[in-house]
């Protein structure tokens, strides 16, 4: 399960593609990549869009098809695009150890293209994470019919498939909360994420996450959960494991059912044993016996958190549909308890900008 570190040279190339508008939006946001391993691209039928991208290669598909206009919110269309420009996709697959792919869905370009790009992945045997924002309601139901059938032609590959709803941020940051800060607050969340996957899988740490385990772990098919928790004090390990289990913005999944999970630390300093092995036992407690558990952990002497932990639950059993928790009420007790605890807990658990609570009404 670990691999202790020492050797160098073996660290994957992760390709992170960003699909369509808040794709590439996603992209934008990450730090200017000194990572060798690390390749960005921007992917989207929409040319003027792509002159904006300020970091990555730009990868205008279906340009026959669209003649560089965009999919005019159809999933077919751009389902379409990148069928035909699948031999350019193909290259830039084949040429990742892992693929990161991230997207908004339900519009056109990501929604039919994001599948596609999976299937890729699949066939030529690479891991690959989806990391997909899903419409506010507000966005008329098209939109969501649309995410949903992207969330469908996902499950038909293998890829790991974590969900951001976007109406959970009306949850966690009020309904009042802006339209464009919910927006900017869904994007930190979606960099955040990005950034601590990939930070993950090319930094070396002392317990250095294998990449055939990975493999098996991301290769689970079912939903994933992924959240990043963090402290100051090593002592609070616990609750930054709970932060990190518990994010509302990720759709909820039952993570008794998980069959593999992938844990990161990153400390400033490092941590005694004892709370290592507290920290891996209660993860153990919180999953099915059979699961996997990839841990690793790294020294990031430069990171703003004393500790940071980054988990990632993948072959959890599917929810019937994926609705956002906001507009869903609770059918079962436990249900109803794991809602109330969210709801109590989700200040402490998102770092809101204290711009953004006060807008909503929920600062001290
Ligand atoms: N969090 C977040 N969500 C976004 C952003 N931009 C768009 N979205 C969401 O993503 C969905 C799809 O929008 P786009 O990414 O613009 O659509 P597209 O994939 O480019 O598709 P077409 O423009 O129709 O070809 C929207 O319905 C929004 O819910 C963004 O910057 N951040
Ligand atoms: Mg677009």
Redesign the pocket.
């Known amino acids: 399960m670990f691999e202790i570190m020492g050797q160098e040279g073996n660290t994957p190339t992760v390709s992170v593609i960003g699909?369509?508008?808040?794709?590439?939006?996603?992209l934008a946001l990450l730090e200017p990549g000194q990572n060798a391993t690390i390749q960005l691209y921007n992917v989207?039928?929409?040319a003027a869009?792509l002159a904006h991208c300020n970091q990555g290669e730009s990868v205008l598909i279906g340009k026959e098809l669209?003649n560089g206009y965009?999919?005019?919110?159809?999933?077919d269309?751009?389902k379409q695009a990148a069928e035909e420009s699948k031999s350019t996709l193909r290259a830039i697959i084949e040429s990742a150890d892992v693929v990161l792919l991230t997207?908004?869905?339900?519009?056109?370009?990501?929604?039919?293209?994001?599948p596609v790009l999976a299937k890729l992945a699949d066939e030529l045997g690479k891991p690959c994470i989806v990391v997909a924002?899903?419409?506010?309601a507000s966005?008329g139901q098209m939109?969501t019919n649309y995410?949903q059938q992207g969330i469908e032609r996902m499950y038909e590959t293998e890829c790991s498939l974590v969900t951001?709803p976007?109406d959970n941020?009306i949850q966690a940051l009020g309904a009042t909360v802006g339209i464009f800060d919910?927006?900017?607050?869904?994007?930190d969340?979606?960099k955040r994420i990005i950034t601590s996957l990939v930070q993950m899988l090319t930094d070396i740490g002392y317990l250095n996450i294998d990449l055939n385990d990975f493999s098996k772990v991301m290769r689970s098919p079912g939903e994933a959960v992924l959240g990043i928790g963090h402290c100051e004090e090593e002592e609070h390990i616990d609750t930054a494991l709970e932060q990190a289990l518990f994010n509302p913005l990720v759709n909820n999944v039952d993570l008794n059912t998980a069959t593999g999970v992938i844990i990161q630390v990153n400390c400033r300093e490092q941590i005694t044993l004892g709370n290592w092995e507290r920290l891996t036992g209660n993860i153990r407690d919180k999953v099915s016996p059979l699961a996997i558990i990839v841990c690793g952990i790294a020294s990031v002497p430069d990171q703003q958190y004393g500790v940071e932990i980054l988990v990632m639950a993948t072959g959890a059993q599917r929810s019937h549909k994926h609705e956002s928790r906001a507009n869903t009420a609770p059918a079962t007790q436990s249900e109803v308890e794991h809602v109330e605890s969210q709801e109590l807990s989700s200040d402490n658990i998102l770092d809101i900008p204290t711009f953004l609570c006060e807008q909503s009404g929920k600062a001290d």
Request: with cysteine.
């Open positions: 699909v369509g508008g808040c794709g590439c939006n996603a989207n039928t929409d869009a669209t965009g999919a005019g919110a159809d999933p269309v751009g997207t908004g869905l339900g519009g056109g370009t990501g929604t039919g293209s994001t924002t899903l419409p506010f966005e939109r995410a951001f976007n941020l919910a927006f900017t607050h869904s994007n969340m979606l």
